[in-house]
C-alpha cells in the first residue's frame, strides 16, 4: 500500500484514538468492508434509523441481509432508543448508529440493549466528526465507525470513506477482505476527481452551491463527472466496480483535511450557536441538542419549516445555500422504497422531519454574514414548524 493512504489511515485513526482506520472510495464502501468483515450475509438483519440515505442501505442489501428501520426521536432525529428492543430478533446481526447531522446517538443506551443481546455496534459517523458523547467522541463507542468525505460531509475529499475500529480481530479480518478483494481506483476517475476538487475549491461558495449542484447532478446521468451516487446505485444490486480503495490524491487531501480539523469543529460550534440564537430571536425553536451533556459538531444545521418546497425552490434563486436531506425516509426522494424493505408508515416520526426538515451551511465557507443571510431567507419565506 502507498506511505501516503497509510499516513492517512494512521493519521485518521489517531484524531479518534482508535486503533486502526482503512480508506476506501468511499463511506458506503467503508460500511459494506465492515459487514463482510463480520460475516453478515443471507437472512441476517441489520437495525437501522429510518432517516438515512439509501447509499447506507445498499451495502446491507449487496451482501444480503435485510435493513430493519426504526422511528427517530424529533429533536435529534436519531434512533428512538425505546423502539429498539423490539426490533431485535435472533437474524438480528448489528445495530447501526448513525449520528445525525451530528448529534450523538443514546449510545449507553444502545451499547447495554447490544452487549445484553449479543450483537454488534457500528457508529456511522459519515455526519459527525469530533461530537462528543458525555466527553467521549462518537465512532469510538461501537465495535466499528465508518466516516465519509463526500461533498457535502464534514470535510470532503470530493468523495472517500474511511472505517475504525480498535478490535484487533476485526481488523484483521478487514486486512485480509482488502488484501484479497480491493480494487484500486481507475486513473480516469481519479484524474476527473481531481479536476472537480479544484473547481470546487476555486468556485463552489454558499452564493454558487445551489447553480453548481444542479449542473453536477445533469453532468452525473450524462456520466461526464465523478458523480457521488450513480444511477446504477438505485436499485440493491452491487456492481462489479462498486468495492474500490482510495486514490492517493484523496489521501493527500485527507491529511491536509485532518490538518486543519481543530479550526473546522471551532467554526462549526461557533456557527451553529449563532443560528440558535438568530433564530431564538425571531420566534424559531433551534435545531439545538436538548441534552446539556452533548457536545455535537454539526454538519449541516437542520431547521424544522413548514413550507419545504417552496422555501427550496426559492432558495436556489435567492443564492441560499438550502440542503433538502433527507427528503424521504432513504435519502432521495427517488428511492424505489420497496425495493429497500420500507413501506411508508413505519417510521412516521422520520416521515415528518423528511417533510419539514431543510438544513443550513455550517463549513468553513459560511461565513457570519452567510448565516444571517441564511436566518432572514428562512424566517422570512416561511413559519415555524
Ligand atoms: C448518514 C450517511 N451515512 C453514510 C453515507 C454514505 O456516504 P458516502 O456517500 O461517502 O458513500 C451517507 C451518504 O451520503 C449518509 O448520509
Sequence with gaps: ????????????????????????????????????????????????????????????????????????????????????????????????????????????????????????????????????????????FGLAGYFSSQWNKPYTTGIGGMAITSDRELAERIETLTANELCPPPGREVFMLRMQLMLYRLFIYPRTTALAQSL??????????????SMREFEPVQTDDFFKGISKMQARSGIRQLGKIEKNIAHRRKMAQLYDELLAAKGFKPGKDPRDWAKPVLVRYPVRIKEKQKALAQAAKAGIELGSWFECPLHPIETPLASYDYKLGMCPEAEKAAREVVNLPLHLRASKKTIERSVDFITGFTQAG
Design 1 to 140: 500500500m502507498d506511505e501516503i493512504i497509510k499516513e492517512y489511515q494512521q493519521k485518521f485513526a489517531r484524531f479518534f484514538g482508535a486503533g486502526r482506520s482503512f480508506a476506501f472510495w468511499k463511506g458506503r464502501v467503508a460500511l459494506y468492508a465492515l459487514l463482510r468483515a463480520l460475516d453478515v450475509g443471507q437472512n441476517d438483519e441489520i437495525i437501522l434509523p429510518g432517516y438515512t440515505c439509501v447509499m447506507n442501505v445498499n451495502p446491507i442489501k449487496y451482501v444480503g441481509a435485510k435493513p430493519v428501520y426504526v422511528d427517530i426521536e424529533p429533536d435529534t432525529f436519531n434512533l428512538n432508543v425505546n423502539l429498539l428492543e423490539e426490533k431485535i430478533k435472533n437474524k438480528t446481526k448489528a445495530i447501526i448508529a448513525q449520528h445525525t447531522y451530528g448529534y450523538p446517538c443514546e449510545m449507553d443506551t444502545i451499547m447495554k440493549i447490544a452487549q445484553s443481546n449479543g450483537i454488534s455496534v457500528i457508529e456511522d459517523c459519515c455526519l459527525a466528526l469530533g461530537s462528543k458523547y458525555k466527553g467521549r467522541i462518537v465512532g469510538t
Design 216 to 229: 453536477f447532478r445533469y453532468l452525473t446521468k450524462k456520466g461526464a463527472v465523478v458523480g457521488s451516487s
